[in-house]
């Protein structure tokens, strides 16, 4: 069931035609950015559960940050009936409606992704074949405005990123989804303090 | 003490100049490709870096590819920067260089670059591919490598080099067409992390570089 997960506010049909209209018309590109999107109980649960999880420390030129492995071989049961949920029927028709049609039922990437402070991810567009919706379930618990780690959108001229539009600071059970294209430019700016800007993220593939 | 007219006349650390310490030189490049020669000037090269950080530099952000500052020489009017411009444009320099490469060497750019807190370049596909001896000279207090700013040279198997800014160093790296470099994210560890001459007011660290570029066809 959709509202074993989701929150219920976000199930209504005026809701969800609120959301299409608004994710379409978003700029720099299309994105939405939900606030309570899961059910509490769920996200705090989420939350626990992938502290259990082991992370990898990961730097090179574009990123600094700390990664599970692909959540398809977590030995976590509650992980494992979330992606089952994120590939059901009935969530992939609920997303598709504000989203877009087409997204692959059998495919997604899915892992959890943790920045401490320094850490940071420069700026890129996710484009990777087959990749169509970028996704972000936040679940930092006490990142403040001033704090960093915020999601940041920026504008293109020419092909070619530009400056940063739009700036998501990071809220506990905050849903952030794009649409991955060649213009999809978003970074995340550095972490300043003690703190852990952890989510879940991933990608829906199309069809 | 020196004054600042002698200030002015900047000379190379005399240890460079023996012709001992050349033939071991001419041997580390060889064989590393590499070479970093400390203390390089004689002079008081610390009140020419704070003349410079007196100065405007221009942001340079773009944000597949770099952010930086950059100084725009031409509208210089401080003898101080002329004179280090100058020196790194000279036959002097130059000779210099020639007797550790042992090639006659043509210098093809001169850029002075301030990297601070959220400066970084990237990797990427529009880097220019050329084999190039690149000298870099530095101005910057010592970073320490969790702060970010040092510099990576990689091919797409390894990572073959790097280097963290270091105060009055020269460094001169050949860099083969196949090799790519990056800047590493300079961090918030660098801010309040260096102590200011009356040791009570505390600066932000930032890395003031010459980035010379020199052909080498002949290499």
New interface residues.
């Given amino acids: 069931m959709l509202s074993d997960w989701i929150n219920p506010k976000f199930l209504s049909e005026n809701k969800i035609s609120e959301m299409a209209k608004e994710f379409i018309s978003a700029e720099p590109f299309q994105y939405l950015s939900l606030n309570d999107f899961l059910n509490e109980k769920k996200a705090n649960e989420l939350f626990d559960e992938i502290k259990k999880e082991k992370y990898y420390k990961e730097e090179n030129d574009l990123y600094s940050f700390s990664r599970t492995f692909d959540f398809k071989n977590s030995k976590s049961k509650l992980i494992q009936e979330f992606r089952v949920f994120l590939l059901s029927d009935e969530t992939l028709k609920f997303f598709e409606k504000f989203l877009g049609k087409g997204i692959d039922s059998k495919r997604i990437d899915l892992h959890s992704l943790k920045l401490e402070n320094t850490d940071y991810l420069l700026c890129h567009d996710d484009l990777v074949e087959g990749r169509y919706f970028a996704f972000i379930f936040n679940l930092s618990k006490n990142i403040l405005e001033n704090d960093g780690g915020k999601l940041e959108l920026l504008d293109e001229e020419k092909g070619e990123a530009k400056s940063v539009v739009k700036s998501i600071s990071p809220k506990f059970n905050q849903f952030n989804v794009f649409k991955v294209s060649n213009s999809s430019f978003h970074q995340v700016s550095e972490v300043l303090v003690d703190k852990e800007r952890i989510s879940i993220s991933g990608w829906f593939y199309k069809k | 003490m020196k004054s600042k007219e002698e200030n002015l006349d900047l000379k190379i650390n005399r240890i460079y100049l023996n012709k001992e310490v050349l033939i071991e030189m001419q041997e580390v490049f060889e064989e590393e490709a590499f070479i970093q020669l400390n203390n390089f000037f004689e002079n008081d090269m610390k009140e020419i870096k704070d003349i410079i950080l007196k100065e405007k530099f221009i942001l340079d ?4 590819f770099h952010k930086f500052e950059k100084f725009e020489i031409k509208n210089c009017y401080k003898p101080e920067i002329i004179k280090l411009y100058e020196f790194f444009k000279s036959k002097k320099f130059l000779e210099f260089l020639e007797g550790i490469l042992q090639f006659e060497l043509n210098i093809k750019s001169i850029n002075l670059s301030k990297y601070s807190h ?1 400066d ?4 990427n596909d529009k880097m220019k591919r050329e084999d190039i001896i690149e000298v870099f000279y530095d101005l910057s207090s010592k970073f320490e490598d ?1 702060m ?1 700013g040092t510099l ?1 040279y990689l091919t797409k198997e390894e990572e073959i080099y790097y280097f963290q800014a270091s105060f009055n160093t020269l460094t001169i790296f050949f860099k083969p067409s196949e090799v790519m470099k ?1 800047l ?2 300079i ?3 660098v801010l309040n992390s260096e102590k200011s001459k009356d040791g009570k007011k505390m600066k932000d660290r930032s890395i003031l570089r010459f980035e010379i570029e020199i052909d080498c066809e002949e290499f």
């Fill in positions: 952000y773009k944000p597949q959220g970084f370049t990237l990797l969790n970010g990576t990056y590493k994210y961090n918030n560890r």
